[in-house]
């Protein structure tokens, strides 16, 4: 079946831009979450979704990132103003449930390139 | 604070030795704790979580609380595990995992 998708693959930008990162979980997943992996480093906890709502924003590095999802299913991630730091993988991944027990399936992730 | 060390970037053995792949883990409750791997060109994915103690594609990870460890371990390593493996914690059984840098995986024929 469909997994998660993510879009677009790769992205470049210049510094300053805003870009917009969206993610389609597999569908019935409640449960959604975005990670950032910057080269050589583990992946980085950004922000939680059950349904619409984001009970977990704590991982957002700055107040550039903001994120939201909309109908229980897709989510978009926006950073304003891009930065070179933001240049990672972003990755997006669903579960049937909120809660470590579910188990999170992965998108194949945005590279971000900054300019 | 809760971190996941993999102090290993490369680990290369050949076919058919035994593999381990260390994880060690700053936490001071009762983590859950898991491996991850991604093969190349495909998505990450969960390998096995130490609260299933099952055996996964011949890997098994014990959770030694003493030493802060949760290494992977495989007795006959095989071509097709060749892969970037990452280990994770949860630090409070809920939902953020905390992960590793990971360790790039080489079986040489």
């Known amino acids: 079946g469909a997994g998660v998708s993510q879009s677009p693959s790769n992205k470049v930008t210049e510094k300053g831009k805003d870009v917009e990162l969206r993610c389609d979980p597999i569908s019935g997943h409640t449960a959604l979450y975005w990670y950032r992996q910057s080269l050589g480093q583990g992946l980085e906890f950004l922000i939680y979704f059950q349904g619409n709502s984001a009970p977990d924003k704590s991982g957002l590095p ?5 994120a939201e999802r909309t109908g229980g299913s897709v989510s978009t991630l926006t950073i304003q103003r891009t ?22 399936y992965f998108g194949p992730g945005t590279r971000l390139t900054v300019t | 604070a809760q971190r996941v060390t993999q102090p290993e970037k490369l680990l290369s053995v050949f076919k058919g030795a035994p593999v381990e792949l260390k994880c060690n883990y700053s936490y001071s409750g009762s983590p859950e704790l898991f491996w991850y791997v991604q093969y190349s060109r495909q998505r990450l994915q969960l390998l096995l979580r130490h609260i299933s103690r099952e055996s996964i594609k011949g890997f098994t990870a014990d959770l030694n609380k003493g030493e802060t460890s949760f290494h992977l371990k495989k007795p006959f390593a095989q071509e097709e595990d060749s892969a970037m493996y990452y280990c994770a914690l949860t630090p409070n059984s809920n939902y953020q995992l905390i992960w590793g840098a990971g360790t790039k995986l080489i079986i040489k024929p």
């Open chain 1, 83 to 104: 930065q070179q730091e933001d240049s990672a993988v972003y990755l997006c991944a669903s579960s049937t449930g909120g809660g470590i027990s579910y188990e999170q």
């Open chain 1, 62 to 66: 700055s107040d550039r990132f903001s």
